[in-house]
């Protein structure tokens, strides 16, 4: 059976397999049934601002209402508002349509469970089996019991007044803000947010057209909103991605501060509040060794997992920690929503910034980060690091030559016929020659794709 969620969903390019209305089709029918045999209703359907999003959201209902199971459509609303609304209207599940930071070509379809959450791995091998499974063609109610699809108008309204909800009754009228939409999900909804909380904003990117979504903007090119923020001499950037899910700040001095930065000063934010839950912030393993010397300075501490944000909320759950996510810009502050919130995340930071009465600029003493090289390449095959003695050998002596003092990270691509290393330590010139010494080594052992 082809496996099809990884994750973050399934992802791909529009209008190929798998990313084709006829498998959309599927995954609505498959998990209709599965709401439908849980005695469940309805499930709630959102979008970014993708042109394929229309046929596969055609697709979805039509597969989810032929199950007898109702769908609220809510258009295009950021990744956390669809898991919001989820919640809001005591829905069964939760169905995002979107590729987050990847280029417009692209699209993928994300389920939430009842409670605005990833849906589990099982789950998703079940909907995978039902959906390759022959009873797919005869899963399907009598003509009086077919689902009813609703357009949900006031989605936004609710999901502004959410977000807005999340500082009470702070006001930020004393602030001029550069909003980066990315041209996607939070296009409407985001410029609102922070201009109804009293802040003078310069919007950018907020005129999608299916196609230019993530194009040269957003929190994948941050470096778009750091002039703009110098132009117009603006206190900070925020920069959203396509479904708004991550966060990327400039500083008024037009610094880039990524989610290490940000996650750090609000985890010691809390932390001096009483506010961080078991004093602990969880990150991945490609966050600074910084973050873990800041928190640990004053009695913090940080739990690590495995690159992807449901990586991160699953740890905070099973911990019950309040606060983690990622240097991409994914963060979960978990007390207001289920999954990463770029809005949220951008109020959460400004008013730690504000009780703290500094700029925006000084947030970037609370970390002293490690240099951090990375380097990926195409590979002819994904042959397991440990079958090649050479490779092993080389990765062992690294190690050693770290002693403690630094990091090795090295994997391939889940996607892609790619080597990915990361090797952190102190020195930056000695750490970039590690890198070489062993991506030399693979390309030696299996070659490189041209």
Do not use: W
Not at 202 to 223: T, W
Not at 427 to 439: C, I, N, P, R, S
């Amino acid at each position: 059976m082809t496996k099809l969620f990884g994750t973050d969903g399934i992802r791909g390019e529009s209008n190929v397999y798998p990313l084709v209305s006829s498998v959309a089709l599927k995954v609505g029918k498959a998990l209709g049934n599965m709401v439908k045999s849980e005695n469940g209703e309805a499930i709630v359907i959102g979008k970014d601002t993708r042109l394929s999003g229309y046929m596969l959201e055609t697709a979805l209902v039509s597969g989810i209402v032929s199950m007898g199971v109702d769908v609220y459509l809510v258009g295009p609303l950021p990744t956390p508002a669809v898991a919001h609304m989820t919640r809001s209207m005591n829905a069964d599940a939760g169905v995002m349509i979107t590729a987050s930071h990847n280029p417009a070509v692209d699209n993928g379809i994300k389920i939430f469970d009842a409670k605005g959450y990833k849906l589990p791995d099982e789950k998703e091998a079940a909907i995978e089996e039902l959906m390759f499974s022959e009873h797919i063609h005869d899963m399907m109610v009598s003509g009086t019991e077919i689902g009813k699809a609703y357009r949900l108008d006031e989605a936004k309204g609710r999901y502004i007044e959410f977000a807005k909800s999340s500082i009470q009754d702070m006001r930020f009228r004393e602030m001029k803000i550069v909003l980066d939409c990315a041209n996607g999900a939070a296009y409407d909804v985001a410029p609102k947010v922070f201009k109804e909380l009293g802040a003078e904003v310069i919007v950018l990117n907020n005129k999608p057209d299916g196609l230019n979504i993530n194009l040269d903007c957003g929190a994948v090119h941050p470096e778009n909103t750091a002039k703009e923020v110098v132009k117009h001499k603006a206190d900070m950037g925020i920069t959203l991605d396509g479904d708004a899910d991550r966060l990327i700040v400039c500083d008024e001095k037009g610094e880039v501060l990524d989610g290490d930065y940000i996650l750090t000063f609000c985890a010691l934010e809390m932390l001096k509040e009483n506010r961080l839950k078991n004093n602990t912030l969880v990150v991945t393993d490609y966050s600074n060794m910084g973050v873990d010397e800041a928190l640990e300075a004053v009695g913090g501490k940080v739990v690590r997992t495995g690159n992807g944000d449901r990586y991160v909320i699953e740890a905070m759950r099973e911990g019950g920690y309040n606060l983690g996510g990622e240097a991409s810009g994914h963060m979960i502050f978990s007390d207001y929503v289920s999954t990463g919130d770029g809005s949220i995340s951008a109020l959460q930071f400004l008013k730690l910034v504000k009780n703290a009465g500094i700029k925006v600029s000084e947030v970037r003493k609370c970390l002293n980060k490690n240099p951090q090289i990375l380097d990926s390449f195409l590979v002819s095959e994904k042959v397991p690091f440990d079958e090649m003695p050479k490779v092993a050998a080389k990765v062992k002596e690294i190690e050693a030559t770290l002693a403690g003092k630094g990091r090795l990270l090295l994997r391939y691509s889940g996607t892609e016929k790619k080597c990915r290393i990361m090797i952190e330590g102190k020195d930056k010139a000695a750490t970039e020659a590690l890198v070489k010494e062993l991506g030399d080594c693979i390309k030696g052992e299996i070659g490189v794709m041209n």
